[in-house]
């Protein structure tokens, strides 16, 4: 008999993918939610063509424990409004929570945002999750250096995002996620699709993906939901305030991010096993020089003793 975790990687060799692991036994577990490539392309298919609302209408009625993800951007914002729109429209239906990752970085433009937000939204159930053992700027840089993502910038995004986004979706049981990914927004999501599943089997929907941004500012203004002053200085994507500038006219909407680097995603969008690997090398380098530190100890203490003898 395979183990359960063979069972689930072929499960996904054979075309089906998961948005929980059958490995787990715990009431508390998230729902098993399987779905054949076959079906997937469907889905894709026939959601790629319906309006944004109707995405949502259909995604509180076909996945459970469903959260939303976000920064507060404009995209997120208008998923934020619509999702409100639709608690209205049946207020016995559960509502979407939200979680936002608190780098200890944002602007301070991006915390007032929040605030004004829950003021428009006061259902919202959002959920906030910090680094690790971190509450403060100050406490997450007596714990990893000053300017870490200048001086390693996977261990920045491993300690400021993936690991509270994986803590989250652990003690949240999250079995899907509405995120604010949108196609125009370039790089590597030009080619999104509206339902996408990660590597560890966590379903991510993008139900603004065929949205440009003048589609999401439009709704913004229409509907007079909050957005970030940022937005009115001249910048289109904003994330921590150390990577994040104005874009200049004609550049694309993320031109603003990590500008002068190769970089394109914060690491809550990459494949999770890129940071297992590194932080598996990090590890290996940390025993490696214990090793070479232990070895070079014996030799002095060996060289001592031969020269008192």
């Known amino acids: 008999?395979?183990?359960?975790?063979?069972?689930?990687?072929?499960?996904?060799?054979?075309?089906?993918?998961?948005?929980?692991?059958s490995s787990s036994s715990s009431s508390n577990a998230r729902p098993q939610i399987v779905l054949t490539r076959e079906h997937l392309q469907f889905l894709n298919a026939t959601l790629n063509n319906l309006p944004a609302m109707d995405v949502l209408r259909w995604c509180k009625i076909a996945f459970p424990n469903l959260y939303q993800t976000t920064a507060f951007g404009l995209t997120g914002l208008v998923t934020m409004d619509m999702l409100s729109k639709l608690q209205?429209?049946?207020?016995?239906?559960?509502?979407?929570d939200v979680i936002f990752f608190d780098t200890l970085y944002h602007f301070k433009e991006t915390l007032t945002l929040i605030e004004k937000a829950k003021r428009k939204y006061?259902?919202?159930?959002?959920?906030?999750?910090?680094?690790?053992?971190?509450?403060?700027?100050?406490?997450?840089?007596?714990?990893?250096?000053?300017?870490?993502?200048?001086?390693?910038?996977?261990?920045?995004?491993?300690?400021?995002?993936?690991?509270?986004?994986?803590?989250?979706y652990a003690d949240l049981n999250v079995a899907a996620v509405l995120t604010g990914r949108r196609r125009s927004q370039g790089a590597k999501r030009s080619s999104l699709e509206i339902i996408e599943i990660d590597e560890?089997?966590?379903?991510?929907?993008?139900?603004?993906?065929?949205?440009?941004?003048?589609?999401?500012?439009?709704?913004?203004?229409?509907?007079?939901?909050?957005y970030n002053e940022l937005l009115d200085r001249g910048y289109k994507s904003v994330g921590d305030w150390?990577?994040?500038?104005?874009?200049?006219?004609?550049?694309?909407?993320?031109?603003?991010?990590?500008?002068?680097?190769?970089?394109?995603e914060c690491?809550?969008?990459?494949?999770?096993?890129?940071?297992?690997?590194?932080?598996?090398?990090?590890?290996?380098?940390?025993?490696?020089?214990?090793?070479?530190?232990?070895?070079?100890?014996?030799?002095?203490?060996?060289?001592?003793?031969?020269?008192?003898?």
């Open 1 to 21: 008999m395979s183990s359960p975790r063979e069972s689930a990687a072929s499960n996904l060799e054979s075309g089906y993918v998961s948005g929980a692991s």
């Open 88 to 96: 209205a429209e049946s207020p016995s239906s559960p509502s979407i």
């Open 122 to 168: 006061p259902n919202i159930n959002l959920h906030i999750y910090k680094p690790d053992g971190c509450a403060t700027t100050e406490e997450f840089e007596q714990r990893h250096g000053k300017e870490l993502w200048k001086t390693d910038d996977k261990l920045y995004d491993w300690v400021a995002k993936v690991e509270p986004a994986q803590r989250a």
């Open 200 to 226: 560890n089997g966590l379903i991510k929907i993008n139900p603004l993906a065929t949205w440009s941004f003048a589609q999401v500012q439009a709704y913004i203004k229409e509907n007079n939901v909050p």
């Open 242 to 264: 150390h990577s994040t500038e104005p874009v200049a006219e004609g550049e694309d909407e993320r031109a603003g991010r990590w500008k002068g680097q190769a970089k394109t």
């Open 267 to 309: 690491g809550i969008h990459n494949r999770p096993s890129k940071y297992m690997q590194y932080l598996r090398a990090q590890e290996e380098k940390k025993l490696a020089e214990e090793r070479a530190k232990a070895l070079s100890e014996r030799l002095a203490h060996v060289e001592e003793v031969e020269a008192v003898a």
